[in-house]
């Protein structure tokens, strides 16, 4: 069932990134928050009871997005799936597809979109949760088209994290969590990706009206501030 709820236009500015061609539109996402998670029950389609509000939480590597994902949990309480951890936790627990997952993180590509979309869905499914920050995902046009026909549904609200390259390469390289994949070569090709393979899917939130943009620079909780207005106006509309 489809269902339209009152443009949040007037809470939110306009937003520009360095990386994107064109301004960030205002926020209109939750003219799509009706689509909606349907699961298969004896070949009916019937809608999850209540419908997820998804944020996809997208930047390029190191630029912050987990360390804002983590405040954003703890003031709004949203339930945070990190793709990269679920591909790491994989790895972790010798899964069939562990060592192809490993093999293309050390060279800092992308795994199948249908490896990432069903660790989400297991993930979402399971979840009693309605309200997801979905991270590091979509990295490319093709992962997000899997998303939306594998869980059928589009992101209320989608952040990018904007931090200059070499802010980023700085940051991974003291980041000291024994990631295969922060050290400098790695990470040559994780912004070659970046660039290549997500920008493309920023701007296409953009062009939806779903993108909001951070400048990703400065002390965290100074960035946490950009962030906060978004979710609290969320937090109103819903209430
Ligand atoms: N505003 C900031 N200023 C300085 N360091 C930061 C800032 N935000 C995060 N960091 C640090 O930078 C490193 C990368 O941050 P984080 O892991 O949150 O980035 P990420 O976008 O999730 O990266 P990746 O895509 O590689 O997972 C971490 O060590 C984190 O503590
Ligand atoms: O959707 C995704 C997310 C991640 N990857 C791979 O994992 C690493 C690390 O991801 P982080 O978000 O930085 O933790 C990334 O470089 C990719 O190799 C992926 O393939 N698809
Ligand atoms: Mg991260």
Not at 203 to 215: C, E, P
Not at 226 to 236: D, H, L, M, N, S
Request: with cysteine; net charge neutral; aromatic share 8%.
């Amino acid at each position: 069932m489809w269902r339209r709820v009152a443009s949040l236009s007037s809470f939110f500015s306009s937003s520009s990134s360095s990386f994107l061609p064109q301004t960030a539109s205002r926020l209109n996402a939750w003219e799509s928050l009706t689509t909606g998670i349907a699961q298969q029950a004896n070949g009916v389609i019937v809608p999850k009871e209540k419908t997820p509000f998804i944020t996809f939480v997208l930047g390029g590597p190191g630029s912050g997005k987990g360390t804002q994902c983590i405040k954003i949990v703890e003031t709004f309480g949203f339930t945070h799936l990190s793709a990269g951890d679920l591909l790491r936790r994989e790895i972790a627990s010798n899964s069939a597809d562990g060592a192809m997952i490993l093999n293309t993180i050390k060279e800092g590509k992308i795994v199948p979109s249908q490896v990432t979309v069903k660790l989400l869905q297991k993930e979402m499914e399971s979840s009693d949760s309605n309200k997801f920050l979905i991270d590091g995902f979509p990295r490319t046009e093709e992962n997000r088209v899997s998303f939306e026909r594998i869980i059928g549904v589009e992101p209320n609200v989608v952040l990018f994290f904007d931090c200059p390259e070499e802010e980023m390469v700085k940051r991974v390289l003291n980041r000291n969590q024994g990631r295969v994949d922060d050290n400098l070569e790695t990470i040559k090709t994780r912004l070659k990706v970046f660039e290549a393979l997500s920008l493309p899917v920023i701007n296409y939130y953009s062009q939806r009206g779903k993108l909001y943009t951070i400048k990703a620079v400065g002390a965290e909780d100074e960035i946490f501030e950009q962030v906060r207005p978004i979710f609290t106006a969320i937090e109103q509309a819903v209430a």
